[in-house]
């Protein structure tokens, strides 16, 4: 009985060794780590099109030159940089020579209005009398008209001081748009003539993105499609406002503006618009956080029926967006690791995580 048991504890304790070994050389095979830990996303079916790169520019749908309205000495002008809100004061002018028409307009006025008020009352006495024939048809004709002669008067003076409260208010330039001044065009103490420049107000808000596209992309371009705009590291999806449908004879380009509202730009920020030269394919298409760049070739991993990973050479058909099109080795509804991919050994087990941290 005592052999019995040293056998089946012997065959026991082989079987163990045999385990441990086995995952010895498992672990072995990839450096002695656990399965790798990634994320996966599903390659889709996508219609794509090829596409090229063009240069376009941030710009500012407002940048405008304040010029002074009215003659004078500039006391006052906003800091280059200056955030500035529609309707706020970025310069002042010397305004005292203007307050002083200004005050003779309203001195004006007020004359005006009690000669008025006298001749108004001059011809209802009139008008009473010529009731009772104590009075010619002439005095009241005569009444009448130099009553009419002073509301004319008083209509010219009101007009000539609504002109005066006009002038002394262009002493202040506001700012006809929300933006930043950007540069000071002249200096406290010059005397300024109407017309000549002061500042330059840069709208910081309202923005788009212009680029010359080649004519033969038109046929493929249009107001409402959604394109790619690369600044850096940043990529963005941005939409077609329009295509000028007026082409230059010389370069054979149109312009084409992109809606850039979300704010974060700063104007005159070069960047790269991915703009479609053909119809589009139907393509199976993978995140592009799925790519590997590696000795010159472009590949992914897909997670196989066994868990483990899959090299797929890139063959790369377009790229639209956030999403690459690619030429064989993969179906739609593969699972592909778009986080984790760069450490990988072909045929490695993965572990599959919802999100992995930050490195």
Do not use: C
Request: zero cysteines; aromatic letters at 4%; a negative charge.
């Amino acid at each position: 009985m005592m052999h019995r048991s040293l056998h089946i504890g012997a065959f026991s304790l082989l079987a163990a060794l045999g385990a441990i070994m086995d995952t010895a050389f498992a672990q072995d095979d990839f450096g002695g780590f656990p399965p790798a830990r990634v994320e996966i996303a599903a390659a889709e079916l996508r219609e794509m099109a090829p596409v090229v790169q063009v240069p376009g520019t941030v710009v500012s749908l407002n940048d405008s030159r304040i010029a002074a309205e009215v003659s004078g000495v500039l006391i006052w002008i906003a800091d280059v940089g200056t955030a500035v809100d529609a309707g706020e004061v970025i310069a002042r002018m010397e305004p005292r020579l203007l307050d002083v028409e200004l005050r003779r307009a309203r001195a004006n006025v007020a004359r005006l209005e009690a000669d008025y008020r006298y001749r108004e009352q001059q011809l209802t006495r009139s008008e009473e009398l010529a009731v009772s024939n104590n009075v010619s048809a002439n005095l009241l004709d005569e009444s009448r008209a130099q009553r009419d002669q002073a509301l004319h008067m008083l209509t010219d003076a009101r007009a000539q001081l609504d002109r005066a409260e006009f002038e002394l208010s262009r002493t202040e330039l506001r700012a006809l748009f929300a933006g930043h001044v950007t540069e000071r065009l002249a200096s406290v103490g010059e005397y300024i003539d109407v017309g000549e420049n002061v500042l330059r107000l840069v709208d910081t808000h309202r923005m788009e993105i212009a680029l010359p596209a080649p004519i033969a992309l038109t046929e493929f371009v249009r107001p409402g499609s959604v394109v790619t705009v690369t600044n850096g590291d940043t990529l963005r999806e941005l939409e077609v406002r329009t295509v000028v449908p007026v082409g230059d004879a010389v370069s054979r380009m149109v312009e084409v503006r992109l809606n850039a509202a979300d704010g974060d730009w700063i104007v005159g920020t070069p960047v790269q618009v991915s703009l479609p030269s053909d119809a589009p394919i139907s393509t199976v298409a993978v995140p592009r956080d799925a790519l590997v760049e590696r000795g010159g070739q472009s590949f992914f991993y897909k997670v196989a029926d066994d868990g483990t990973a899959e090299q797929v050479l890139a063959e790369v058909l377009a790229t639209v967006g956030l999403w690459v099109g690619v030429a064989g080795g993969v179906d739609a509804g593969d699972r592909v690791i778009i986080r984790g991919a760069e450490r990988l050994t072909p045929g490695q087990p993965v572990e599959i995580v919802a999100d992995l941290p930050s490195q």
